[in-house]
C-alpha cells in the first residue's frame, strides 16, 4: 500500500507530535540494517565516528560500546529528532562520548578529516543533490576512514512503489555505487542484506591516503 504524502514527509522530517511517534516506530522498524552497518563500519575503539540523519541516536549509542574510547557524533536536519536524541541519550551527552548536532548534511559543521568512520543510512532518499552531501562525508573523513550507505534500492520494487516518488528518491544500486565513486571514495564494495522481504544495500567505500 502506498504511504499518504504526509507520512512520507515525517519520514523524510519528523516534526511536532506526529514526528515523535515516527520517530519510535523508526527505532523499532530500522534496527536490523543499522545494526548490519554497524558491523560493516569494522569499529575500533579509539574510532570518532559520524551518522549523518542520526535520528533517534540509539545506533550511535551502540556504537559507542564499540568505539569505547573514542568519540561520536550525530547530525539531522529535524529539530524534533535532535531533542529526542539529546534527551534519550542525555547520559552519554553528559559524559561527552557523543554530540547531536542540528544542521544539514551538505554543510557539515565539522573541520577536514575529523572522522575515522562516517555512516548514513536511510537518508539518500532525501538528497536532491546527493554529490553535495557524499561530498561533505569524504570532506570530513579520514584519510584511509571507513564510509558505509545504507538503502533500499530500486531493485526493490515492492519499496518503490510503497513511497511517493516526490518524496522518496529511490535509486538503483549502480547509480548510488556511481555517485560515491563521483564524490571521491575509493575501494567501492557493494553488499546486501534482507530483512523479511525487504532487500537492503550498502555501499561501502573509503578514503585515499593523501599523497606523499
Known amino acids: 500500500m502506498r504511504k499518504p504524502r504526509f507520512i512520507a514527509k515525517q ?34 575503539p579509539e574510532d570518532a565516528v559520524l551518522e549523518i540523519g542520526c535520528g533517534h541516536g540509539d545506533t550511535l549509542a551502540k556504537a559507542a560500546k564499540a568505539a569505547s574510547h573514542g568519540f561520536l557524533c550525530g547530525i539531522d536536519f529535524s529539530p524534533t529528532m535532535h531533542r529526542i536524541s539529546t534527551r534519550r541519550h542525555r547520559r552519554l551527552v553528559a559524559e561527552k562520548r557523543i554530540e547531536f548536532h542540528l544542521g544539514s548534511s551538505d554543510r557539515l559543521p565539522f573541520d577536514d578529516q575529523s572522522f575515522d568512520k562516517v555512516f548514513a543510512v536511510h537518508t539518500i532518499y532525501f538528497w536532491n543533490v546527493p554529490l553535495d552531501h557524499l561530498g ?29 516518488s516526490e518524496i522518496y528518491h529511490i535509486r538503483p544500486e549502480a547509480e548510488i555505487a556511481k ?3 563521483d564524490a571521491g571514495f575509493e575501494a567501492i564494495d557493494l553488499r546486501r542484506h534482507t530483512r523479511g522481504d525487504v532487500r537492503f544495500s550498502f555501499v561501502i567505500g573509503t578514503r585515499a591516503p593523501d599523497p606523499l
Do not use: Y
Open 136 to 164: 561533505e562525508a569524504r570532506r570530513v573523513l579520514k584519510p584511509e576512514g571507513r564510509f558505509v550507505l545504507g538503502f533500499c534500492p530500486a531493485e526493490d520494487a515492492r519499496f518503490q512503489a510503497t513511497f511517493p
Open 179 to 181: 555517485l560515491a565513486r
Open 11 to 44: 519520514g523524510r522530517k519528523p516534526s511536532g507530535l506526529l514526528g515523535q511517534i515516527v520517530a519510535r516506530v523508526m527505532a523499532k522498524e530500522t534496527v536490523d540494517e543499522n545494526d548490519f552497518a554497524l558491523k560493516l563500519l569494522q569499529l575500533q
